[in-house]
């Protein structure tokens, strides 16, 4: 429907929002993503485990080594997907040769048929 009567927001969104423009503002925009990230990961880290039973709190901190091992997961994982799509541009080439020499030999062979 074009008109909504209803918004839910979570409150916790908002104020992540607030701290992240703040943190921008008065120390730096690097830092404020970094400290959002670090966020980011103590709740995945913290649902995973709470799933065990009980509640897990971690401090930002504690998950810096994380965000780091996933900066550089990321980095390789870039560096591989450069390498994969170089592979794939290569094997396309090779494939299209063969095709265009496949064609030649069909149409060599079909000219030596109609003589």
Do not use: H
């Not at 995973?48 to 401090?59: C, F, I, N």
């Amino acid at each position: 429907p074009k008109d909504q009567f209803l918004r839910v927001t979570k409150l916790n969104d908002r104020y992540e929002s607030y701290d992240f423009s703040l943190t921008s503002a008065v120390d730096s925009r690097p830092k404020a993503l970094l400290d959002y990230r670090k966020r980011g990961v103590a709740d995945v880290v913290e649902r995973a485990l709470s799933s065990y039973g009980g509640k897990v709190l971690l401090p930002q901190d504690a998950c810096e080594e994380l965000v780091k091992a996933e900066r550089s997961l990321l980095s390789r994982g870039s560096d591989l997907l450069s390498d994969l799509s170089a592979a794939k541009l290569k094997l396309g080439e090779l494939v299209a040769e063969d095709i265009k020499e496949m064609i030649g030999e069909y149409k060599v062979d079909e000219e030596e048929a109609g003589s």
